[in-house]
């Protein structure tokens, strides 16, 4: 639909002088002639169709024309007010949709129209006389009183709000609509027994549904009025004792009791049932993970809770996605790996559920699982950029080289959006590309990585390590050591990358005090670091203490291909 021009917008705002004008002309009791009738017909029926083919100017204009043949027309005040309205000039309308309601205040489309708005420009109380206006004159339609009362809320009246809500009642009976509507108002306005009797008299009219009973015992867990509550759990209880809303209410109940072991076994009795809502499930258990955090206490109870939510729900992703997440957090990858598995057996869909499969195969070591799964995610997200990654992770751990720089370099298109996923993904096509000797492309990748993030500090440490190990740009290795170590202080391995790269300068005393800060910061656990310690202590002479941590890195298995030599010679090859 094209918006009225401006200039049609000021045609139109002098209309109101123009009729009167046109008014001046004609005696007071005067109607129409015969002919004028006739054309305001024709022109009204040929505005509303180019209204309909979209040529909303030329429908204005022929509005316009017919107000000065008849400046009594209603449908064109009201049109030309609706024209106005859909070009968002409601200041501008609502002189027109007023005129239209002044002249045939008995169509109730221009008395809505008019009163929309009004409200649309926060003229509340006007729009508010025309609903009351409506409602006198149409007192079998309700719709009229929902608008009152919904007007009173926005205004703040609440008491009228409530008499305009009983006018309904009048006319529909009791209903849930009307009488949860009341109760909300009456708590608002803290008058807890007028409430409380709302939700009595929705349960006398309808004594069959028990969920009125748990909304009422809801309000008064809620006001801590708990002997009430427990007298309406008691009447739910006699109605139905498997209902498991009930049970949850009750575990409720019994927590704000104090009587922790009671709601534990209510929440129990709850979960065992298949007919509650898996999401009000899910909803528990996500205060559990949240108290669980600082609460290790409460785990035995999460982990209960989830093995029942499980067996009542078999075939619901949510309940196992829920658990894996639990054990994911708790350090329990493999059985968070079976649980993830189960997730998306049940449901494929969710790129986030796949993401964390492949991961705790990526945490377990398990490349060839990670090279697996990470494909049939593709198959199913094949835009995803960390997928692409994960897949190249796995290649290159399982020392697949070839299928790797295939998978990163194909999946660069795909992460460039995430400047830090993108850096990761060069890094690991760096990393291959270094394992296969191309050191013109493995350099090349860390380059183009650290032109996208070039305060990255693994980026740094890694590239660093490399051309150390191949004893290349030394001088440009140790700024980019040193920097990674600014970046991230206390990182044992960015410190063994330093220590090492002075002890290819030769600067043993130098890297003899990196080592030791690594060592300091946990690198006494990593072989590597520890046969780099032998290392530089045998350039220092001290051949005894090096063999005793050649030794020690031989026996925590993560070392160099040439440490059994180094430990048979006694010395450096």
Do not use: C
């Amino acid at each position: 639909m094209r918006i009225v021009s401006h200039t049609i917008l000021i045609a139109l705002s002098v209309l109101l002088s123009l009729q009167a004008v046109a008014q001046k002309k004609r005696k007071k009791d005067a109607g129409l002639s015969y002919d004028d009738q006739r054309r305001v017909t024709e022109m009204f029926f040929e505005a509303n169709r180019q209204k309909m083919l979209g040529n909303i100017e030329d429908a204005a204009l022929l509005y316009r024309d017919i107000l000065k043949i008849d400046a009594k027309n209603a449908a064109s005040f009201y049109e030309i007010s609706n024209i106005m309205t859909a070009a968002e000039q409601l200041q501008e309308a609502l002189p027109f949709a007023q005129r239209a309601y002044e002249l045939d205040a008995k169509n109730e489309w221009y008395a809505l129209f008019l009163a929309e708005i009004m409200r649309g420009l926060n003229d509340l109380n006007g729009a508010l006389k025309i609903y009351k206006k409506l409602a006198e004159d149409h007192p079998s339609k309700i719709e009229y009183q929902y608008e009152m009362a919904t007007t009173y809320l926005y205004i703040g009246k609440a008491d009228e709000a409530i008499a305009a809500y009983n006018k309904i009642e009048e006319v529909i009976g009791v209903s849930e609509e009307i009488s949860v509507q009341k109760e909300k108002i009456y708590l608002q306005l803290d008058k807890l027994p007028e409430a409380a009797k709302e939700l009595e008299n929705l349960i006398n009219n309808y004594p069959g549904e028990q969920r009125y009973l748990g909304m009422l015992a809801e309000v008064y867990t809620a006001n801590d009025m708990l002997d009430k509550a427990f007298e309406v759990y008691g009447r739910m209880l006699k109605n139905d004792p498997d209902d498991p809303i009930l049970h949850l209410n009750l575990a409720e109940y019994y927590r704000k009791r104090g009587e922790y072991d009671r709601s534990f076994e209510e929440l129990k009795v709850a979960f065992k049932s298949s007919s509650l809502n898996i999401d009000n499930k899910i909803q528990v258990m996500m205060s559990y993970y949240n108290l669980t955090e600082s609460e290790n206490k409460l785990l035995a109870q999460a982990y209960e809770l989830l093995d029942l939510m499980t067996a009542a729900h078999p075939k619901e992703a949510k309940a196992f996605a829920m658990k894996a997440d639990f054990l994911l957090r708790d350090g329990k990858t493999e059985e968070a790996r079976q649980a993830f598995y189960t997730t998306v057996t049940l449901d494929s869909s969710r790129f986030p559920i796949w993401n964390q499969l492949v991961n705790t195969s990526y945490q377990l070591g398990d490349y060839a699982a990670m090279e697996k799964d990470s494909k049939a995610a593709l198959e199913l997200f094949p835009n995803q950029g960390m997928l692409y990654l994960l897949n190249g992770i796995a290649h290159n751990g399982l020392k697949n080289y070839k299928a790797a720089i295939s998978i990163l370099t194909e999946g660069e298109t795909f992460a460039r959006t995430d400047s830090y996923m993108y850096a990761q993904l060069l890094s690991v096509l760096a990393d291959v590309y270094n394992s296969t000797k191309n050191y013109t492309e493995s350099d090349a990748a860390f380059e183009k990585a650290l032109a996208r993030e070039p305060t990255n500090a693994l980026l740094l440490n890694n590239y660093a390590y490399f051309l150390s190990l191949r004893k290349d740009r030394l001088d440009k290795a140790e700024e980019m050591s040193r920097r990674s170590n600014v970046l991230a202080p206390r990182q044992s391995s960015y410190q063994d990358t330093y220590a090492w790269i002075l002890f290819q300068q030769g600067k043993f005393e130098e890297a003899k005090e990196w080592i030791q800060k690594a060592f300091d910061n946990g690198g006494q656990k990593s072989g590597v670091i520890v046969e780099h310690y032998g290392d530089i202590l045998y350039r220092l002479g001290q051949t005894d203490e090096a063999l005793n941590l050649w030794k020690r890195a031989r026996e925590l298995g993560d070392h160099s291909d040439e440490l059994p030599a180094k430990i048979e010679s006694r010395k450096l090859p």
